[in-house]
């Protein structure tokens, strides 16, 4: 049996950036980027990749479609994950989707996913790490009326049907779906492999499509979104720290204890 | 009616309301002023003896009680269902959800069935202006945002223990509507085959007055032995950085930080732990943290009150020698 995979990814400011070096354009309402590093693709995403990898590793015919929703730069996140091992890219690339919130994002990934069709499973990473707003993965599964397992540590397919294991506070639960679903990953998934310099090349040589939002039948003008950001900050942390001072470490435990008991604390 | 607020109850294993639930009706008992609106507590589960009449003491106006078998069991596809033809019923302005791993699910689905704008894991809720205003943290905490919502209801999930519940007050007056679930049994399509419990032994994280966690500066899993040691001894449990746990030193159930565990303990004892955005989202609501790490420049220094500027590997040993030597004087006394 042969699989249609779509892994959904966004790109995203590198988030390992030093927080020293984290600055917003309040008047924007935009982060800068930092200078000299590169945008990355968002890691949940990659683990997505991953997981679709890993169920071609185990069952052999899949096909994996890498679709991204961003401008021209984008395509280097989709590169990365040909890189990784998948087969296709998809670049939806229009700017009147320049400032689409989730759900404007949802309703183009969603026309997408339904032109790729017939496809059997789509990942989405558990949230994108740049707005941590963990929206899209759900919505798309209520826009394309398709059952949802999200958060999960493991992704199979066996008798047709998706089988992930969700996680939970204390554990998890293994659910199963009928096919097509949409799953979303997490970082217990495990590591998102690295692609090896014979696989770059060979990705540098791969076609990514591209598709505006004609293309999928949408007007931008009939895509409202549904959420304003009216501003954008850098939180004020109010902790004024004390540095335990002392000529050995002992000094310093012993008077991090005083502290602390005197603090009430222990 | 239009000025309603609807908190989902959400429930414990046992089918008791959730602390998160009394946190999203302490934040809603707030909001009903400037909105003008009653508080809606959808309480949706199989055997809820005497919730209903919980919810109130923590604030409800109204109990939505559905007491369904089929509601059992955490299923996405079935409480989405029901919530949707709640809200398309009651009409409420706003719908508050934890973010938790249901209400991180149901927050997206319900909104996309409506159509109509959500935010996650918003840390405040506000009326200004009659507008509905959320802040949240994004970018792993770096930065913060403010949403406003150009649909209603707006759908937000708010974050564990951003929001204080009120004093519970048993005299309080509410009404309890029983709600049919009729669960559209075809439509649930998800099944769950089982569940793994992966508790830790002794006290609970959330529930820790004390925690002491561990991060990648620890440089294995042989310190968290030690961390165990010293929780122990303080009578408080073991937290690690996604880092930690995503090498594979500590169970992923002690993560604490944004994909993890919110914590809020009296005190938190962060040991190499270099304090990336993403941990600090974890203890953000934290007032005394002790951080312990080599670089005076680690980013954890800068949210603790007090820094310790050395190796973990000698202050450690030194904190469970002296901690037990305290602890056993006490005793003598």
Redesign the interface.
Known sequence: MSLHIICCVKQV?D?ET???Q?R?DEAA?K?IPAPGIAPVPSQFDTIGVEAALRIRDALGDVKITVLSLGPESFRDAIKHCLAMGADEGVLINDPALAEAD??VT?QALAAAIQKLAPYDLVITG??A???????V???L???LGI?????V?DVKVQDGKV?AE?????????????LPAVVTV???LG?PRYPQLRQIMMAARKQVTVWTAADLGLDPSQL????????????Q?K??????EGDT??E???R??Q??RE?K?? | MANDILVFGELTEEGRLAPITFELLGAARRLSQPLGGRVLCAVLGAGLDGQSREAIAQGADVVLLADDPLLQEYQ??ALVQVLERLVREKAPALILLGQ??VG??L???L???LG??????AIDVAVQDGRI?VTR????G??????????SPAVVTLRAKSQEPIERDESRQGEVERVQASIDAGAV???????????AEGVRLEDAR?VVAGGRGLGGPEGFQMLEELAEL?GGAVGAS?AA??LGWYP??AQVG??G?VVTP??YIAVGIS?A??HMAGISQVK???AINKD?EA?I???????????WK??VP??IK??RE?KEAEARR
């Open positions: 400011p988030p030093p927080a020293s984290f917003v309402k982060v989730h759900w949802a558990r949230q790490v740049d707005w941590d707003m963990g929206v993965g759900p919505t599964a209520e826009l059952p949802c397992i999200t958060i540590k089988v969700r996680v939970l506070l204390d554990g998890f639960e293994t659910v199963e779906a009928p997490s970082n217990e590591e409202k979104n549904r959420v304003n950001i009216e501003a954008l900050y850098v939180p942390t902790v004024e720290t004390e540095f335990i470490v002992e310093k435990v012993d991090l204890l502290r602390l603090a604390l222990i | 996405g596809d938790t791993m991180r699910e927050g997206p689905r909104a996309a069935r109509t704008a959500v935010t996650m894991d205003v943290p994004c970018y792993g770096n930065a913060h945002a403010k949403y406003s919502f150009n649909t399509r998800t099944r769950v085959l089982g569940r793994v419990k992966q508790k004390i303080l996604r746990c995503d992923v159930s944004l994909t565990k009296d005190l304090g955005s993403q005394n943290i002790v005076p980013n220094f800068k949210a603790s009150r007090w820094a310790v500027v050395a190796d000698e202050v030194l904190l002296k901690v305290m």
